[in-house]
């Protein structure tokens, strides 16, 4: 029987014309889909948290193990909205000051030798200053209060045994002053934020326990408080006796009080007022006090008497 004689070019051919077509149907493929995108592209989902209740969390090994409750909703225009409820979460324990401090300790310990960096490590003086901003920003929490201020408070003790275990001694705090005072938050409602007083006087009361408590367990610790809040109210209310004239509107914003923070045009709002005097005013701005104010309460941090510092000012701590 004769047989067709097959051409290796032809077959050569016909393998050239599949790839060709392989791939015309590829990009055309990848153009439908790029088509698909356009007209009909996902839309970002709006999360809305609703609730978050914190807890109290212990550090241990750098890291924190906590439960946290929160209620999430998730409104997805490419799918059913749905909720989530209760989460669990590892954190990695931010301990930016001690690493400044641990840092320091090497630099001096390099300079002067061991034992004289050890020496002028405990003869020193740690200043604190914490929770304005922590209470400030959580005027309008839901969650309990307690259970902040125990965070906060939780955190702050943290740090306070570990410059004592590094050789740290003497010790100043400074009690958290009326921030719902404000003219930030006084330009709302004409009056001082209650909940967020009642925050502040948690947190220094809870403060000046743990001091106590700390004084009785950790030998040749020493501290100096001053009561902040009380201060501030003074301040507040009775300017004149600190030399001032104006304690509840700034010198600088704009709004009742010129509590808006609108100081400078530079944060959305170009119209603000400006007092012909700082040096008159508690208030600078909506948050921040005047460089009189500042220089009042810094003299009563220093030789303030018993009834706003307490056991000891800072002056006398640095004599202890």
């Known amino acids: 029987m004769y047989e067709p004689h097959r051409s290796k070019t032809g077959r050569t051919t016909n393998l050239a014309s599949c790839i060709v077509a392989t791939v015309f149907l590829l990009f055309l493929a990848a153009e439908i889909v790029v088509v698909y995108f356009l007209l009909f592209k996902l839309k970002d989902p709006k999360i809305a948290v609703d609730a978050v209740q914190f807890p109290t969390f212990p ?11 929160q209620y999430v909703t998730v409104s997805n225009p490419n799918r059913d909205a749905f909720t989530h409820y209760d989460s669990s979460l590892q954190l990695a324990y931010s301990d930016a000051p001690m690493t400044y401090f641990k840092d320091v ?5 390099h300079k002067l030798g061991d034992e004289e960096a050890m020496q002028l490590l405990s003869r020193a003086v740690y200043f604190f ?6 209470y400030g920003s959580l005027a309008n929490y839901s969650g309990s209060r307690d259970e902040i201020v125990e965070m906060v408070i939780g955190n702050l003790t943290v740090v306070i045994k570990e410059i004592y275990e590094q050789g740290g001694r003497n ?14 938050f006084r330009s709302a409602s004409g009056h001082c934020n209650e909940e967020l007083a009642t925050l502040v006087k948690l947190h220094n009361e809870a403060l000046h326990n ?21 201060v501030s109210l003074d301040l507040i209310e009775n300017p004149s006796k600190y030399g001032l004239k104006e304690g509840k509107s700034a010198c600088c914003g704009s709004g009742p ?23 008159e005013y508690v208030y600078f701005d909506s948050i921040h006090p005047s ?30």
């Not at 200053?129 to 922590?134: A, F, K, L, V």
């Not at 808006?260 to 700082?278: D, H, M, P, Q, T």
């Not at 309460?297 to 510092?309: C, D, F, H, P, Y």
């Open 210 to 230: 743990i001091l106590h408590k700390l004084d009785r367990q950790l030998k040749g610790f020493r501290y100096s408080y001053f009561d902040f809040y009380t």
């Open 129 to 134: 200053s914490i929770g304005g901003n922590d």
């Open 59 to 69: 550090v241990a090994n750098g890291t924190v193990d906590f439960t946290f409750l």
């Open 257 to 279: 009080y010129r509590g808006i923070f609108s100081c400078g045009g530079k944060r959305g709002i170009v119209e603000y007022k400006l007092c012909a005097n700082a040096s």
């Open 171 to 184: 010790f100043g705090f400074l009690g958290v002053a009326a921030v719902g005072c404000l003219p930030f």
């Open 105 to 109: 300790e090497k630099q001096l310990m």
């Open 291 to 320: 460089e009189a104010a500042n220089h009042q309460v810094a003299k009563l941090i220093w030789s303030g008497n018993r009834t706003i510092a307490w056991p000891y000012n800072l002056k006398n701590l640095f004599k202890a």
